[in-house]
């Protein structure tokens, strides 16, 4: 089943003569509960394609479809709400609030939006990514690897449709680099949850279920 359809995607910056496409014509599908490493060096256009994906910014022009919905034709609130019930990201530098603990923070999404906390669902996430016995530490309690860990938990505890991933094993040394990669494939065996990990790395993007490169803001190949 279909859960992302991008069509004819641009991202321009600049006008005139100093205008640019960063994301030029860009079309592609995901299936639910697909592995999706999108590949590209520094400048490609890569991030910038995942901040429209997920809805930190909006196309010059084209359109986003997640699970049916085209995003990028909501309104600000509409949208806000729709990225904090259906779409997860996790980043390379956490993001984590520091003076929250590492199950508030996981929580802090579900609290925002009024929801009843699903402890069944917490237990399992927290003791699937390895963390149950950090729930109550501060992020600056916690290695870069077990921050990253939570910084997942935040970004799947509400079973969103999406999963983002920007570089996440971009700031962790090689052993925390290949325990969060296991972390993203369970993750996406275990709840079936559609990931798509933007990466520079082509050894992580081989992890991946299929790999979508990106040149000059358009898709080279696919593999």
């Given at each position: 089943m279909e859960i992302l359809r991008t069509e004819n995607l641009v991202k321009t910056y600049g006008k005139d003569e100093n205008a640019f496409n960063a994301v030029d014509g860009i079309s592609m599908t995901v299936e639910k509960g697909e592995f999706v490493a999108i590949v590209g060096a520094s400048g490609s256009g890569k991030s910038t394609l995942m901040h429209i994906i997920g809805g930190v910014d909006r196309p010059t022009s084209g359109s986003v479809f997640i699970d049916g919905n085209e995003i990028n034709k909501m309104n600000n609130d509409k949208l806000a709400i729709f990225r904090r019930r259906q779409i997860g990201i996790v980043y390379q530098f956490y993001n984590l609030i520091p003076i929250l603990t590492a199950e508030e923070n996981v929580t802090l999404p579900m609290d925002l939006d009024g929801q009843s906390?699903?402890?069944e669902r917490l237990n399992d996430v927290?003791?699937?990514?390895?963390?149950?016995?950090?729930?109550?530490?501060?992020?600056?309690?916690?290695?870069?690897?077990?921050?990253?860990?939570?910084?997942?938990?935040?970004?799947?505890?509400?079973?969103?449709?999406?999963?983002?991933?920007?570089?996440?094993?971009?700031?962790?040394?090689?052993?925390?680099?290949?325990?969060?990669?296991?972390?993203?494939?369970l993750t996406n065996k275990k709840y079936d949850q559609t990931i798509i990990m933007i990466t520079h790395d082509p050894e992580l993007a081989r992890q991946a279920d299929r790999i979508i490169r990106i040149q000059d803001g358009r898709i080279t190949e696919e593999v």
């Amino acid at each position: 089943m279909e859960i992302l359809r991008t069509e004819n995607l641009v991202k321009t910056y600049g006008k005139d003569e100093n205008a640019f496409n960063a994301v030029d014509g860009i079309s592609m599908t995901v299936e639910k509960g697909e592995f999706v490493a999108i590949v590209g060096a520094s400048g490609s256009g890569k991030s910038t394609l995942m901040h429209i994906i997920g809805g930190v910014d909006r196309p010059t022009s084209g359109s986003v479809f997640i699970d049916g919905n085209e995003i990028n034709k909501m309104n600000n609130d509409k949208l806000a709400i729709f990225r904090r019930r259906q779409i997860g990201i996790v980043y390379q530098f956490y993001n984590l609030i520091p003076i929250l603990t590492a199950e508030e923070n996981v929580t802090l999404p579900m609290d925002l939006d009024g929801q009843s906390i699903d402890q069944e669902r917490l237990n399992d996430v927290f003791g699937s990514l390895g963390i149950e016995d950090k729930r109550k530490s501060l992020p600056n309690e916690l290695s870069g690897g077990q921050q990253q860990r939570v910084s997942i938990a935040r970004a799947i505890i509400n079973n969103p449709a999406l999963l983002l991933a920007d570089e996440p094993t971009g700031n962790l040394d090689s052993k925390a680099a290949n325990d969060i990669m296991d972390i993203l494939k369970l993750t996406n065996k275990k709840y079936d949850q559609t990931i798509i990990m933007i990466t520079h790395d082509p050894e992580l993007a081989r992890q991946a279920d299929r790999i979508i490169r990106i040149q000059d803001g358009r898709i080279t190949e696919e593999v």
